[in-house]
């Protein structure tokens, strides 16, 4: 079993519309998540991260955390053709050297 | 802020050579700095943990004599391909985690190897 599982996509979703990106992970000693965002031959850059069961927003991205179902997403409000990209969840178990297990990302299509 | 610069940017390099790549933070310190790999069409691969004054703690099959890590300042991690064959062409990427409580990743843009 994968520690951190995600969709691979492509999700196809059109210009405006609401995108959700799902990602469960196995360890439930897992502290902190996060989502990166990775353009094509780029590095990973950081969208957001989320220590607490809930929701959280920043701008028109939302992560949402359930540790219960060991469950995260990121919700992408109005999506537009530059969010057009792989997006990666990973976790980790905290403290500042603690290791990030990644998913195999979810490659997202952002259609006019 | 959470600046992470790498150099170079792309290399390409004779087959037995050595490579050096830098890895920096521009404007915090860095407790601990990540190094990792990726192919084409893969997932990052985590390498190496880099502890500023301390050893380097490697991955399991990764070859420490071949993949020489120093991080000699709280701003300042290299990595070092010694003796670099064609397998070893690929895009590899370094992160950064500033001090205190905060255990969050910042990439530098990576670093495109070809060994000819």
């Known amino acids: 079993q994968k520690e951190v599982e995600q969709n691979s996509g492509p999700l196809s979703v059109p210009e405006g519309a609401i995108a959700s990106l799902n990602c469960t992970y196995s360890d439930r000693g897992s502290q902190s998540f996060f989502w990166y965002r990775q353009y094509s031959g780029k590095s990973p850059e950081l969208i957001m991260f989320?220590?607490?069961?809930g929701d959280k927003e920043d701008g028109r991205f939302t992560a949402q955390l359930n540790k219960a179902s060991q469950y995260v997403s990121l919700l992408i409000r109005d999506s537009q053709p530059s969010d057009s990209a792989t997006y990666l969840c990973a976790v980790n178990l905290g403290g500042t050297a603690s290791k990030l297990t990644f998913g195999t990302g979810t490659r997202l299509q952002v259609t006019l | 802020g959470a600046v992470v610069s790498q150099h170079p940017s792309w290399v390409i390099c004779k087959s037995g050579t050595s490579v050096k790549i830098e890895c920096r933070s521009l404007d915090f310190q860095a407790t601990t700095m990540f190094w990792y790999r990726q192919f084409p069409k893969q997932s990052l691969m985590l390498m190496a943990t880099s502890n500023e004054g301390s050893k380097a703690t490697y991955e399991q099959g990764v070859e420490k004599d071949k993949f020489l890590i120093n991080h000699a300042s709280l701003t300042l991690s290299t990595l070092t391909v010694t003796s670099a064959h064609p397998e070893d062409s690929s895009f590899y990427i370094c992160s950064a985690v500033a001090g205190g409580t905060t255990d969050t990743q910042y990439f530098g843009p990576g670093t495109r190897l070809t060994v000819l």
């Open positions: 989320i220590y607490s069961n």
